[in-house]
Structure formats: structure tokens, C-alpha cells
């Protein structure tokens, strides 16, 4: 009886509308951004790899040479080992931090916790600048007891880089330790599973997908890293450094080229691997679950609670040399307490901080803006052009920061490209912090607009209000907390980094963090100190802002969020 | 008589496909103006993918929309002038009710007076004036449905489209609704195409029904046409209970069931040796006295008996080898002087015109 009636394969297509036009021009936009500052910077990255430095084609010539010079390949070896060293430490010790603040009942945790996250306010190289006054030839603590550590070299690295990692290690760890499931340790009591046997079998399996992207992320940060090896690795050439040394020390940019793709290597099967991970993780976390209450034995209670008091002040011990420091005549000979270090006088005064401030805010805004559209096109329209993009947007979070500035040395410091104009400009850094910032926001945005209703486009459309009025009115609005947050990781960021910007500040658009590098390269270590202090001051105010405007945000959504749970009678 | 207006909504060889999965084929069908369409059908037979189709939500294959005689098919929702819930009413939650009904006026030239005005007016069709600046959160379901609704009427669209609007509703709050709906769909006079899978809301709802499966449109008729003249086995099952009995027809009129030989209703297309379904409806057997004088009788034992409230249902079985097994719906009235009980022999009647034949045999469609 059913007549087979054969249904073609494409789609009567919409009539092309003016809204249906501006959405397809700003998808393009955003595309078009994605392909000249992410895509085509590393393809040229690659290409250049390819060739020698009067541009003809040598195939893998270069990176045979690279493994083969014993000088230069060996900082392939240093970067893993430095790496996977740190990663163990940190982790280890973090997650005995983060144990304690989760499942211990300790005094101080909130305060624990702050003092925790310092060092996400400091540049990387801050952490090192404090060791070399603490542990080095003419530090503190060499002097008062006679005894070196020879804190210079691949020691130094992993020292600096665990202090520098440990926060995001813990953030991690603690997000982990917080999903456990109470069930879980009942059973284990019920059955009389001994405190260790529990541990073994309980508490580590749970936090295992938590314990492996805290690996990961501390591997990527270390291996990427540059101002730490910069300023305490000394003679030990790690990746990071050996493409600074190519490229500025002797303008040799194949072979900066050349360590940049195999520097990509291990930090892209990080980023992939972790993301693998962290699926894994949401699965675990059953709806059932019922939270763990926080409590331990009384000495293990003790014995957490002091370790914690240990760690934090080892932290807050590198800080207070930096401050120090920036505030004495001449560490440590005479320490009669001094301004003078914050007058900047070699290096022009305030201009590099204002500058700093200058790029962070616009990074957070310009970021903001591109990050949460961006993800509002992608996400709403389920093309398959919309898909590439999203791809493409993923992918900057394996792009060491070393690796972007060099790719845009190339895209934008070529003779005769319009994109030249670009360089040597503000815009340029702003723009080089947006991509190396880029995934994190860009997912948290796609994360908050996939748990709107699907249909508000479709009714606004019925109704006949346009798009970009519903995104407006309703969109935003209800992401205002996450937009909150994306901006100040966008500030935060941008006013601390190092790697990407250091090739590509030029006189006149000097920043903060390749200010306080250049100081300390010219021995001026103690405006290094005092321009440190004054990044961190910045960033704390910055997330002072962020508190206030949270709070502001969440008293004005109140009104529609928390309506369920307290039904009042207004009307 | 012919409406010399054009239906407010034709639909044309509409198809639609996902990758491999042909979600509709060939659909065509028409709502005249003013009219309440529902779309009646299981899961997964395609009846949200026409909705959208209609919408504009969802680009079709083939086919073509027309919409009071102007080809819409290309234009996007925008320009179709329709109002739409959804099931999830998708309020926007930052927005209190007022704004919420007011969202589709604002972008019109109505000025700040106008628009008030007429959101008061909607909040009172909907009872929901009290409620003005609530945020949706601070609603109960229902209440939400009301105002998904206002805000979809606001802007006076000539067609209302409604995906399964009461499913997330509870029984009680349901029912009121539904006649709530109804009842402002015939004062406002607005075209209406409703999406549900319940056969009763459709029923009291609809003035046509779409009866829809696997894709494709089975029938279409007024509720009565659908119940009393299901025109095919999958209507008669899916809509309303029935009796079915596996038949083989002897001649025009005549089928075997066992060893009886039953009178049915003409059917076309039915030619003796074919394999049919006869089908009655539980309240059309007669039993007892009522069933005594009658054509097509047999003798049946009562195997259950079902008190159901208004009414009774009888399980019968009838005497003999491969004796066919009824349902039987008897008045509560009716019982106490039928005076059955479980056990007892009544003789049962199967009126000839009330018996139906299908050419599908059972187990189609299953
Ligand atoms: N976006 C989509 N992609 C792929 N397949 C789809 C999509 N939407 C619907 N389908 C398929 O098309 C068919 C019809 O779906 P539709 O949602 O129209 O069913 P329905 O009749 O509304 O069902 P229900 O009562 O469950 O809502 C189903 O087989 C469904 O799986
Ligand atoms: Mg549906």
C-alpha cells in the first residue's frame, strides 16, 4: 500500500534573509580571525621548519640536524626530565594540600586555600627571581649558612616550577577530592576496610582521572614554560629557552622553527590526552552520589594541618623576599629600607606596567567579546563549517606560548604583508594573549550556553525579534557569571605572561612580565623584584574587582535563580 | 460548498530525512482557517519534524508550505507569522511575565502604552494578571504553560503551533488545561496545530485529527470520523480500544473467525481467501438480553469482570474450541439488569455494522 516515494538527499534551502546574512557574516568573521592569527601562524611555523634560512626547501633537514648537535638536542631531554620531575613533586605535594583541605576538618582553610593560589598572580620567573635571592651564590640563605645548593640549573627549574605549578595542581586535585561519594566509604567501613585499605581502594581510584589531569597540566606548564629556565637554568638549555636562544641569540629562525613543532609534540598529546581524561571524569560522577563530610582521625588531623601550615609558608616565604627585596637598598648587604627600586629609571619608568594594564583590560574585554560570540555562532548553528571552527578553537590551549610568538614573528614581521602593520603594536600582543588564551573561555562559554533552553532563537524568531536582540536581553544575562569569569581570566592571564609577548614587545609597547626578564638579564634584579610586586598587586586588586562584580551579579540574577526555592507572594 | 478562501495552512509532498532515517514521506494534508488540527501519533513518527517543518524551524526535503495560499516553504520563521509553545515552554527565566509576553511586541511600533495594554489583555485570557512581574521560577507548570502561551499570542499570529504543550504537566492540571485551551482557541478563532501522542487529548481537543505512523499520514478526519471509521488497523488500535479478531473472508460481507461465519461491513478491496482483522468496539457488543435478537450471535463466557466507574468491562470468551475472546464495555446502569458474573454464559451479538474489516491481518503495525 505505501508507495515508495524516494526522498532526496538535500534540503530546500531558506531564502537567504538579512538576519540569516549577518549571521553567516559573522560566523565568516569569526573564522576569519581563527585563520589569520591561529591557523596560518602555524602552518608557517611548519613550514618554515622546513626550510633553511635563505628559504630553500630541505625537507626535515633541520630537525635532523636538531637531534643530531649534541648542544641543542639535548634540551630535548632536559625539557622531559625537568618536566616529568616537576609533575611528580607537585602533584605529590599538592595532592596532600588539596586532601587536607577537602576531607580534613583543619583550621584556616579558607586561608589555606588563598595563600595557596599566590602564585597564579606572578608571573612563572617571579618564583624564580626569589629562589636565586634565597638559594643563590649571593642569597640569603646561602650566606647565613655557608652551604650552596647550586640552585642554577635543572635543581633551580624544578624547584621554581612545583611553586610556580602548585596551584593549579591543587585547583584540580581539590575539584577531584570534592566529587567523592559517601556511599563509596560506608560500604568500605561496613565491610571494615582498615584506613589505608579505604585510602587504596577508595579515595585513589576516584581521584584517578583527577590525579592524571593534574599530571598532564603540570607537564604542559612546565615543558612550556620560559621565564623560570630563562632566569635559573643557567647552563642547561631546555626547549622553551633553546628556541629563545635561536631565535634572538643568534636570529637563526628555522631552527627556532624546528624546536618550536617538536616542543608541540608532547604538549599537544598533553592538552589531548587530558581532555580524554576529563570526559572520563564527568562520567563518574553519578547523580546518586552523596557528598563526603570533611573529617579525619584527631593526629592525622594534626599532622595535615601542620603540613599545610609548612607549605603555605614556604609560599608565602618566596613572597616575602620578593617584597623584601624590592624594598632594600642592595640585597642582602645593606638592608636600610628604600623606594628607589620602584622608580623604574632603566627602564623608562611606569610605561611597561601601564602598558601591561593597558593590554590586560583590553584582552579581557576584546576576549570576552570574541570567546563568548564566538561560541554563541559555533554553538547555535550546527553546521558542519561550525564544527571545523570548534576544532580550531580547541586547539590553541597545545600551542606553547614560546611556539605562537615565533609563528607570529613570521605572519607579521614579513616584508610587504598588510599584516605587518600589526607589528610592533599593542593590538598585536592583545590579540597574541586572545589566541594563547583562547580554548579555556571559549569552552567555559560553550559550556554555559549548552545548558540554555535550545528553543529561545526559536521563539524569538517566531515572535520576530532578531538574534542578536535575544542574545542580548536574554543570552548574556543569564551567562553573566561566566562572562564575569572569562574576562578575569582573560586579565590575569594577559597581565602575567611571558612566553608569547617576549618576541613580540617592541620599544614603546614594553610589558610588565618582559620588563621584570629584561631587569633581571641586565642585573637589575631588585626593579625586577619591585615590578613583580607590583604585577601580583595588580592582579590581587583585579580579583578584589572580580569578587565585587560576582556579588553584584549574583544579587541581581538572585531574583530569578533562587525564585524556586522561596516562593514569595510579591505580587 | 466550497470555502472560496484558501486553508491557512497546506502542507504538499512534504519529506523529510535525518542522514539514513526517512523521518516523514509524502505528507500532504491542509487546516482551514480557524480550525484546531491535532497531529496523533506514537514516538518517533514524525509529528514534532512536521510541526517544525510548518515552523520553519526544520528545513524539509521536498515538499511544499503554503500558508493562507502564499508559499512559505523558503521563508524563514521570521516571516510564517505564527505563534509556538514548546514543550519546555522555553520562558526566558531572566524576564518576568510581563516582559515575557511582552518580548515579541516590543520590536513593534506600538509604544509603551500599547504594549502594556495588550499584555494586560493577554494576562487576563490566561488568569495570570495577578502574576505580572513574577519570574517564571516563582510559576507552577501549568501556570508557565500559560504564559508560553500568552506570550505566543501576543503578537496576534494567524496560526498557533503547540508541540505536546501539556506532557509536562500533571493528570489534574492537564485536564483543566485542556479545556482551558480549547475554549480560548475557539474565542480568539486563531488556527491551531497541536503535536501530542495522548489520543484522548486529541479527542477532546481537535475538530480534525492527523493520525500519523512511521512517518507517514494514515488518516484524517474529525474525532468521530477517527474513532467510528478508523481506516486503517493502526487507527483502529491506536486510537480508542478494539476488539480484533483474525478472519479469513468468504464472500463480500462474510468472514470466517473459527468456526463461525460473521457479517461485517462492506470493505473494498476484500476478496474471499483473503486473510482480514475484523474489529469491534468493547462498547458496540451487545450481551445478554440486549444481544438476544440480533445477527452475528454466539454464546460466551464471562471470564473477568472490571469495575471501571462509569462503566463495566466484560472479558468474554467464546464457547468451543478456538472460542474468540472479547472486551465488552457495559453501562454501570446496564449491569445491574444484565446481573452477570464471572463464570456465567451470556449470548453476545456482534452487530454487522458495527463490525469492521481490515485487510491487514493482525500483528501489521505491531
Ligand atoms: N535532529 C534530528 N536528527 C536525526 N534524527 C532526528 C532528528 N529529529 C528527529 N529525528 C528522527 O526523526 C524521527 C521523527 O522524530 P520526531 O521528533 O518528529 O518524532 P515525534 O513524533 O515528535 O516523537 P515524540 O512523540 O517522541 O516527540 C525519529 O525517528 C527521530 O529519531
Ligand atoms: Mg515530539
Redesign the pocket.
Known sequence: MSVAVAVPERVVRRRVDAERGLRGALLGLFALFLWVFLAWPMAQIVWRSLHDNRGAFIGLGNYVRYVSTPAIGVSITNSLGVASVAMAVTVALAFVYAYALTRARIAGRGLFRLVAMLPIFAPSLVSAIAFVYAFGNNGIVTRQTGFNVGIYGAKGIVLAEVFYCFPHAMLILMAALAAADARLYDAAAALGASRVKTFMTVTLPGVKYGLMSACFVVFTLVITDFGVPKVVGGKFSVMATEIYNQVIGQQNFTMGATVSVVLLIPAALACVIDRIVQRRQYALVSSSARPLAPGQGRLTNALLFGYCALVAAAILGIYAVIVGASLVTRWPYNFAPTLKHYRFDTIGGYTPLLNSVGVAALTAVVGTVITFAGAYLVEKSRTAAAGVLYMLALLPVAVPGMVLGLAYIFVFNAAGSVLNRLYGTLAILVISNLIHYFTVPFLTATTSLKQMDAEFENVSASLGVPFYRTFWRVTVPIALPSIVGISMYFFLNAMVTLSAVVFLVAPGTELAAVAVLLLDDAGESAQATAMSVLIIGIGLLARLVYWALLRGVTRRTQAWTTATQEPTSTA | MADPRPPAVALEGVAKR??G?I?LRDVSLTVAEGEFVCFL??????????LRIVAGLEPQNAGLVRMAGRDVSRLPPSQRNYGIVFQSYALFPNLTVARNVAYGLETRRLGRAGVEARVDALLDLVHLRPHKQRYPAQLSGGEQQRVALARALAPSPSLLLLD?PLSALDARVRLALRHEMKALQRRLGITTIM?T?DQEEALTMADRIVV?NH?VVEQIGTPADIYTEPSSLFVARFVGHMNLLPATAVQPGRARVGALTLRHRPAPGVGPGMAVTLGIRPEEVRVGAAARDLDNRLTARVTSVQFQGAFTRLGLRGLGDGGVALECDVAATALADLGVKEGAEVPVALAPDALRAFVEPPGTHA
Open positions: 535525518f542522514g532515517v523521518a501519533g506514537p514516538s518517533g513518527c514524525g509529528k514534532t519534524t512536521l505536546e503535536v501522542h500519523m512517518g
